[in-house]
């Protein structure tokens, strides 16, 4: 039985704030593009797989209660390794410059790419951007902070302090060959050397700036053009912000968190609001003014206007993306009942209840409802 705790160096019950930290650094540890142990690759399964049950608590749950049998029960789904998954696991490689489930796929064979190239093309980052439901309305420009893999400044990616080395086990092609003698003839197959790991060449003396490993990872901070009228789960992408390769790099994808606001909600261009307005105005009609993005605007009331009551005014709503349109302006008028009447306002109510002679009319209602039983 696999100890998922002890993978990740941890005692049983940890919080699932201890298991992330574990995590990220045990996945730092044993990537292998990173790492210079001879089972990296395992481990770093071994970690994956760990924190993929830690980290779900139904998973978790099942797996303290039942151990390995927690596979058989209702729920358990195995995380697979795709695009479009959007979870811790992606977010964690993200940070380390490592790609997401897309490069792990590719890294363990399911891409047809070896891991040679995948460094050389750099990957992608995600990160959040915050910003406020102006700031989204009317566009603004915001500073955004997140961690980089770049190459090193030293040995410009190579991990090594002066010249490589030829590898002596594959003479430099990054691969060896097998031969099997079998009843059946003779078969060959070809593996990636494990002295150079695919790279045909070794460092003999690492670089002392980014020991060996040829990257490091920076702090990067960026000023961010944010455009009006985008919304919330929306991206923008920044081509070539993203970890950098030895031959290029990726782009940063930034996810938009739009904040909500206290008056105005958003449906995609359009805004609703309510606002109160008072007996006499929904029976004598009015002209009142309400809030607009762009401040206030006069809206008529028509007399005898019912609560609930929705008004259309058309274009002041928000800019739509790539377009100089916008969306319309919703608002809903909520009759504001009197409270505490004084005598004078009682008796006129009273008055206005004669005229209108609601109980009579209610009264027609029941009687024709009754007179069907």
């Known amino acids: 039985m696999t100890d998922y705790y002890a993978v990740l160096g941890l005692k049983k019950g940890a919080s699932l704030e201890e298991i992330k930290r574990a995590y990220k650094e045990h996945a730092k540890k044993f990537h292998p593009d990173v790492s210079k142990e001879h089972d990296a690759e395992k481990k770093f399964k071994e970690v994956n797989e760990a924190y993929s049950v830690l980290n779900d608590p139904e998973k978790k749950e099942n797996y303290d209660k039942y151990g390995d049998s927690y596979k058989g029960f209702e729920g358990y789904k195995q995380q697979g390794f795709g695009q479009g998954t959007d979870s811790d696991f992606e977010d964690i490689f993200s940070q380390f410059g490592f790609g997401g489930f897309s490069d792990l796929n590719e890294m363990f064979g399911g891409g047809g790419r070896g891991r040679g190239q995948r460094k050389d093309n750099g990957s992608n980052i995600k990160a959040e951007l915050h910003i406020t439901f102006n700031e989204a309305v009317f566009g603004a420009t915001k500073d955004i902070s997140y961690e980089r893999i770049q190459k ?222």
């Open 152 to 373: 090193c400044e030293k040995c410009d990616g190579s991990g090594a302090e002066g010249e490589l080395k030829t590898c002596s086990t594959c003479k430099g092609r990054g691969h060896v060959l097998h031969q099997q003698r079998t009843p059946f003839g003779v078969f060959q197959t070809q593996a990636v050397c494990h002295t150079c790991r695919g790279k045909g060449q070794i460092v003999e003396k690492e670089c002392k700036h980014c020991n060996g490993n040829g990257f490091i990872s920076n702090k990067t901070k960026l000023s961010v053009k944010i455009p009006a009228g985008i919304d919330n789960g929306n991206h923008l992408r920044l081509e070539g912000k993203g970890n950098e390769g030895m031959h290029g790099a990726g782009d940063l994808f930034i996810v938009i968190m739009v904040e909500a606001h206290d008056v105005f909600k958003r449906d995609e261009s359009d805004v609703y609001a309510e606002i109160p307005i008072s007996f006499t105005e929904s029976a004598l009609g009015a002209q009142v003014e309400v809030p607009t993005l762009n401040g206030k605007a006069d809206l008529k009331i028509p007399s005898g206007t019912q609560t609930g009551t929705i008004f259309k005014i058309k274009g002041k709503g928000i800019k739509r993306l790539n377009s100089e349109s916008f969306g319309d302006e919703y608002v809903k008028v909520i009759v504001d009942t009197p409270k505490n009447l004084s005598k004078k306002q009682k008796e006129l109510l009273e008055e206005l209840e004669k005229e209108t002679q609601s109980a009579k009319k209610r009264k027609g209602i029941f009687e024709k409802i009754l007179g069907k039983f």
